[in-house]
């Protein structure tokens, strides 16, 4: 018997499930508050429920697919249930599961991402860039997903087009970097001119 998956978005309201069909819902149904969240705090849970012929039902159907290489999870169906649902607000010290994913179907490993990223959110390895430290990213910053050449970069609580995965191609949005993180990022941006983002540790 198939499975179904649903995001209810939670914390982020990007998700309307209202627009999961009844058969769906007759199916062996896991809802889940977060993917995001999921994704990062429990990866082996995601792929165990992912393991089966699952469906998922989230926001932007190339945001759940590069959510769920993120976790390392793999589903036989994604649908888009993207719409305004209900959001709560995150209940405190609780992480906001803000972090960028990767569309690997569109990155082209410039590196671009981890040169403008200044909290260690990306890693470089054999040449490829991936999302290693996702905790490290700064709440509500998106700056990265907005210099990527090829909208490869997805910030899945992000509210607009491209940055959430949308395909949309113009928000309308005057800065990519929030007024606190841009001094910062100018003088980081400033002493790295010259060094190579491809530096890559020795292997241990």
Not at 80 to 106: C, F, L, M, N
Not at 164 to 190: C, D, F, I, W, Y
């Amino acid at each position: 018997m198939s499975q179904t998956l649903i995001c209810k978005c939670r914390f982020g309201g990007r998700t309307d499930t209202g627009k999961v069909s009844a058969h769906a819902k007759e199916q062996h149904c896991v809802e889940i508050d977060d993917l995001c969240s999921l994704a990062v705090e429990n990866p082996a849970q995601l792929k165990t429920i992912c393991s089966d012929g699952t469906v998922v039902y989230g926001c932007a159907e190339r945001t759940v697919r590069a959510l769920l290489d993120f976790a390392g999870a793999e589903a036989k169906e994604v649908h888009s249930i993207s719409g305004a649902g209900d959001t709560e607000a995150e209940p405190q010290g609780v992480w906001p599961a803000w972090y960028p994913v990767i569309d690997k179907t569109r990155c082209v490993n410039c590196g671009k991402c981890a040169q403008f990223c200044l909290f260690g959110v990306y890693t470089v390895s054999k040449g490829k860039i991936s999302v290693a430290n996702p905790k490290n990213c700064k709440n509500r910053c998106p700056a990265c997903a907005k210099i990527c050449p090829v909208q490869a970069v997805i910030f899945p609580k992000h509210p607009h087009a491209p940055v959430n995965g949308e395909e949309e191609a113009n928000t309308g949005e005057k800065s990519a970097v929030s007024g606190e993180v841009q001094p910062e990022l100018s003088e980081r941006l400033r002493r790295r001119r010259n060094q190579s983002i491809f530096k890559e540790k020795p292997d241990a």
